[in-house]
């Protein structure tokens, strides 16, 4: 791309997302800070300017039409168009959750976000990612998700403790993601998934044993994608990973 490229990345006011928004910057893009805590995305984008990236805030709510909306219609303004957009957002929903014990609410709040809340970003933002020369989608997800990982009976197969609303979100979004790689193919939009790994962030309790900056590095390799890179996998760091 000739001109500076614009990106989207949505809770990017602390841990995987505020580090994405680092990694971005740092090639010289523009980058919109998507987030709901009006002091903390002020917070985040003043950080991200003294590091020298071009920040922007974005005020957004996922899980809100009217605030998606205004979001999308701020990027036209300050931007013209979005080149990349990294829908990161997620909320894990607390836990133990078992299935024989988890609140059906919990399992909706969390798809609310996950899931829809990434299909009503992405659906507000198409019409400005038309418009970009080398339109990038990633779906930040995690190997939690991966059915074949979770259904393995080698050690190495399994993933993650038993959690019957944040695993299946994740499942859900990665089928999603397929449904939009086959609706838009006659596109040159590339859209791709991306498990972070374990990342200590407040999501599971800083229990991981990654750091956030590692985590935001499959993003950052996703968005960057050359024209003639892949659509419709799911990436972690090491390489591909089952469906």
Do not use: H
């Amino acid at each position: 791309m000739s001109e500076r490229t614009i990106a989207l990345v949505t809770g990017a006011n602390k841990g995987i997302g505020y580090e994405i928004a680092v990694g971005l910057g740092a090639l010289g893009w523009r980058v919109g800070v998507g987030a709901r805590d009006d002091e903390r995305r002020a917070a985040a984008v003043e950080k991200l300017r003294a590091c020298g990236v071009e920040a922007f805030g974005v005020p957004l709510d996922v899980t809100d039409d009217a605030s998606v909306s205004a979001a999308a219609r701020l990027i036209e303004e300050r931007a013209g168009r979005l080149d990349v957009l990294v829908n990161n957002a997620a909320v894990a929903g607390g836990m133990p959750q078992e299935p024989t014990k988890v609140d059906p609410a919990t399992i909706r709040t969390v798809v609310e976000t996950n899931v829809i809340g990434v299909i009503r970003v992405t659906n507000a933002m198409l019409p400005l990612l038309r418009r970009s020369a080398s339109p990038r989608i990633v779906n930040m997800s995690s190997s939690v998700g991966s059915l074949t990982r979770q259904s393995g009976t080698a050690a190495e197969l399994t993933t993650g403790p038993v959690a019957a609303a944040y695993s299946p979100s994740k499942t859900f979004l990665n089928a999603v993601t397929l449904q939009y790689v086959r609706e838009l193919s006659d596109t040159n939009i590339l859209i791709n998934v991306g498990c972070p790994g374990y990342v200590a962030t407040d999501l599971n309790g800083f229990r991981g044993v990654r750091s956030p900056a590692q985590g935001a590095e499959i993003a950052i390799k996703l968005a960057t994608l050359p024209d003639d890179g892949p659509t419709g996998k799911f990436f972690e760091d090491a390489g591909v990973v089952p469906w």
